[in-house]
């Protein structure tokens, strides 16, 4: 079992930036994609990007492409979310996932992801 902690989220203005942390309670021993998605007030839950197991290959939804970069520590058994550029529409609780293993599927699914955070609230203010 593998717990996964997010941290960094709060309020911010506009234009402003966050940095979403993504903790995992232990070393699982093994390689896992870390994904980070969303959920806004009565909306769906959306991908927003994804670190792959393997090689560390990044990707990103087309809304936050170019604004969010997803790096991860190894060291720390920490996956980071910049947020930069932020808009009131980023506003949502962000929650981190854990893929174990090697995974050629895509990251956008949240079906295929093992475990979950808690989420964290980010609110960006107009």
């Known amino acids: 079992q593998v717990q996964l902690v997010e941290s960094g989220g709060g309020l911010v203005q506009a234009g402003g930036s966050l940095r979403l942390s993504c903790a995992a309670s232990?070393?699982?021993?093994?390689?896992?994609?870390t994904g980070w998605f969303r959920q806004a007030p009565g909306k769906e839950r959306e991908f927003v990007g994804a670190i792959a197991s393997i090689g560390g290959n990044t990707y990103y939804a087309d809304s936050v492409k170019g604004r969010f970069t997803i790096s991860r520590d190894n060291s720390k058994n920490t996956v980071y979310l910049q947020m930069n550029s932020l808009k009131p529409e980023d506003t949502a609780v962000y929650y981190c996932?854990?893929?174990?293993?090697?995974?050629?599927?895509?990251?956008?699914?949240?079906?295929?992801?093992?475990?979950w955070g808690q989420g964290t609230q980010v609110a960006v203010s107009s």
């Open positions: 232990r070393r699982t021993g093994r390689a896992y994609g």
């Open positions: 996932a854990a893929k174990m293993g090697f995974y050629s599927g895509s990251y956008d699914n949240p079906g295929a992801f093992d475990y």
